[in-house]
């Protein structure tokens, strides 16, 4: 079974930086997409940043181009989100996901993995 766990969130003042790291185990045949998703209090689970296949194409949210950056390291089966220029806007429980192809015997399956999330408070 895959797990994912998160690190790196914390308290940072605005203007501060934070580097989320997602370290995937158990077996993956091939990583699909890799992803970092928030959810800050009273709404819905929002996009952040994505990057399609190891080396693939990046997709951030609006609001966070510029600042963040995602990065993946297939050796080491590790998402990071590098987070600069904070604001109070970026607090929010941050999730990492991961899209996979398994293998089983001869048959692929696309399946889906999220962590558990790591909290992100931005305050002075």
């Known amino acids: 079974q895959v797990q994912l766990v998160e690190s790196g969130g914390g308290l940072v003042q605005p203007g501060g930086s934070l580097r989320l790291s997602c370290v995937a185990s158990g077996y993956i045949f091939a990583i699909t997409s890799m992803g970092w998703y928030r959810q800050a209090p009273g709404k819905e689970r929002e996009l952040v940043a994505t990057?399609?296949?190891?080396?693939?194409?990046?997709n951030y949210a609006d609001s966070v181009k510029g600042r963040f950056t995602i990065s993946g390291d297939t050796s080491k089966n590790t998402v990071y989100l590098q987070m600069d220029s904070l604001t109070h806007k970026n607090t929010a429980v941050y999730y990492c996901?991961?899209?996979?192809?398994?293998?089983?015997?001869?048959?692929?399956?696309?399946?889906?993995?999220w962590g558990q999330g790591t909290q992100v408070t931005v305050s002075s």
């Open positions: 996901h991961i899209g996979a192809e398994q293998k089983y015997g001869n048959t692929i399956k696309t399946e889906s993995f």
């Open positions: 990057e399609n296949r190891p080396g693939g194409s990046k």
